[in-house]
């Protein structure tokens, strides 16, 4: 194996790209993630907060200490991993880590490995999706994916703009990513419109360092009341309303996960 | 085999080591510093938690090669008053997890030099104790000086 750290984004020529590492290295040393070539991009891409506009290579640590950036992401940096995490981790890195399902990280033949059934439907799926879950079941672990999508945050990439929701799309039988990012592409910058307030509460199985069971971000932006959810689909879910929640497909073992997303909305919502 | 140049506690190593291979491994086989401990080897524990430039990092999940930092590891914290803090406090059952707790803590005292029991459990939470001295561990970072 090799690692490039190229001084300029002209220099980038394919390799697995790699930030903090913290997703990277455990995937590659699983045989998860497959590499000739690293290529460590800390070099190219921005770091810091200026303005409403956010370098994805600031850290999730950089982050949880900033009074620039609305209080949802603070909180939901804040509340992701542990502070060794926190201190490696990027922002960029966070919005595409993969799926914490243990079917998919004990490499079972599941749909999201291009194999033929989700395991989780029919086996252990207690910490899975309650919505869009038919064809793979995984809850999206990133608490800052959820802010930013309440937030309705925007990405800068090396080909493009989009709109937060667009960086994630459902795996199908056709196409097995979650995420719309193309081969060689680098996300750049976060750029964030005026908020007028925002929240981001999570539920855990303790109360520090986990992985959201439910993660619940909300924020008025522009007059509008906007929620974003993690750990409750495949990919960072919007959800419309409260009573969205009601048209829920939770499996038998992800019922409870309805009744805590509830009540965090509510609770989010009174603090808004 | 890749050449590798790391700094240690203030001493530098001149290494070879394959890009693959983490800072971890690197620190106890190729270095021969072994107070470093590797429990989970994934990033959920905090046993192998070691400085770059002071911020308290998994080395069991860095690659040894994209680290450009100083290292500062358990055997660097030598004279620090936190390890005759945690025998005060008698903070060390099986000892397994006491490198990566002091390695921790030293960094924030040095950052906050008189923390809370809030400041100690929110920045302390990435070091897990299988044997549950958490209390001591408090105890021993709240008197730290004394
Ligand atoms: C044990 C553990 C617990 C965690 N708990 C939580 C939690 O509670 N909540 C939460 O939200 N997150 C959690 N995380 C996720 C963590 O925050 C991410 O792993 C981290 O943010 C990834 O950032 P990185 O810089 O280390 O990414 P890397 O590992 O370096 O990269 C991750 C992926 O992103 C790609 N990539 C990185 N940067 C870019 C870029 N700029 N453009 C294009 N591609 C890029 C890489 O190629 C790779 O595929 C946890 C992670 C671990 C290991
Ligand atoms: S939930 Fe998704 S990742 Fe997990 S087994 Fe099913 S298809 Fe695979
Ligand atoms: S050994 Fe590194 S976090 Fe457990
Ligand atoms: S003293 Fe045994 S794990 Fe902490």
Redesign the interface.
């Known amino acids: 194996m090799e690692l490039l750290r190229p001084s300029s984004l002209d220099d980038l020529n394919g390799g697995l790209m790699i930030h903090g590492g913290t997703e990277v290295v455990p995937l590659l040393r699983d045989g998860i993630l497959k590499a000739d070539t690293l290529v460590d991009i800390r070099g190219i891409v921005p770091r810091g907060v200026k303005g409403n506009r956010i370098g994805v290579g600031t850290t999730l640590a950089e982050l949880e200490g900033s009074t620039a950036i609305p209080e949802a992401l603070r909180e939901a940096c804040r509340l992701a991993a542990s502070p060794q995490l926190r201190n490696m981790s990027s922002i960029g890195g966070n919005l595409l880590q993969s799926t914490r399902c243990w079917y998919w990280r004990l490499k079972y033949p599941c749909h999201l490995h291009g194999g033929d059934r989700c395991h989780a439907r029919e086996g252990e799926h207690r910490e899975h999706a309650i919505f869009a879950n038919d064809y793979c079941a995984s809850a999206h672990p990133s608490d800052v994916a959820a802010a930013l999508l309440a937030l309705d945050a925007r990405l800068h990439t090396t080909k493009r703009e989009l709109p937060i929701a667009d960086l994630y799309r459902l795996p199908d039988e056709a196409d097995r990513h979650v995420t719309t990012l193309e081969p060689g592409e680098v996300i750049l910058e976060l750029e964030l419109p005026a908020v007028e307030a925002s929240v981001y509460l999570k539920a855990m199985d303790r109360q520090r360092w986990a992985f959201p069971q439910v993660g619940v971000a909300a924020a008025r932006v522009a007059g509008e009341v906007r929620l974003g959810l993690a750990g409750v689909a495949p990919i960072p879910w919007l959800l419309t309303g409260p009573e969205a929640l009601d048209a829920a497909t939770p499996l038998p073992r992800t019922a409870w996960k309805v009744d805590v997303a509830r009540a965090l909305v509510r609770r989010a919502l009174d603090r808004l | 085999m ?1 050449e590798l140049s790391l700094t240690v506690n203030e001493h530098r190593y001149e290494v070879e080591a ?3 291979m ?1 800072l971890a491994h690197v620190l106890r086989e190729v270095v021969g510093l072994t107070g470093t401990k590797i429990a989970c ?3 959920h524990c ?1 046993a192998c ?1 070691v400085q770059v430039d002071g ?4 080395s069991c ?3 040894a ?2 680290v450009s930092g100083e290292i500062t590891t358990i055997e660097g914290l030598r004279d620090h008053p936190l390890i005759d803090a945690f025998v005060r406090a008698d903070a060390v059952q099986c000892g397994f997890c006491t490198p990566g707790q002091v390695v ?1 803590a030293a960094a924030l005292v040095a950052a906050n030099p008189s923390p809370t029991i809030d400041d100690i ?6 070091n897990i104790c299988r044997c549950g001295t958490y209390p001591r561990i408090e105890e021993a970072i709240l008197h730290w000086r004394d």
């Open positions: 890749p394959p890009i693959e983490s080897n994934e990033g905090g938690t911020m308290p990092t998994l999940i860095t690659l090669h994209t921790s459990r929110h920045t302390m939470a990435g």
